[in-house]
């Protein structure tokens, strides 16, 4: 069966699952702490898949790549995708599952770049300015690059917003 069918139905499950125990919110933290586990480490990805790797040790390290959560919600699915031998697709079920709650609870994700951090007031205001354009809860995602030199880029849905001083600097370069 399709890899991307398979973790769909994984990740639908385990957000039903995840509603039933009230516990939607907690596992979809601990999703994304997992998510961001498997892109910061990409052996992570190659130790889950490794067959002789036995069933504790998988659950030990999707545990602690999940951030150690708190329900009993997702410690029993990990027991479940291993048990069932699907645990080299948890990366896309991690995935799936993202973008399921993102879709249930009305949520869009924003990346916003800037060249040195930025005050919370600030990043609220931006939030609270998306969130009136959109009509959706936002899930923020902040990433520094002194190289914009200044302004910001900001990105949502399939908008960019670029005011930036290095994009401005590539359109005059363009018009020149």
Known sequence: MDIGIVSIRYAKALLKFADAHNETALVYTAIKELHSSFLKVPRLKAAIGDPVLPADKLYRLLYLASGQ???KCLPEFFRMVI???RVAIMPF???SFIQAYRT?????QCQLTVPTELSDATIDRLKAIVQRKTGKQVDFELHVNPGIIGG???EFESQ???ASVAGRLRELRKKL
């Open 160 to 162: 960019s917003l670029d």
């Open 152 to 154: 910001f880029i900001l």
């Open 83 to 85: 048990k069932n031998r």
């Open 93 to 95: 079920i991690a995935w």
């Open 104 to 108: 249930q609870q009305n949520i869009i």
């Open 69 to 71: 959560p708190n329900g």
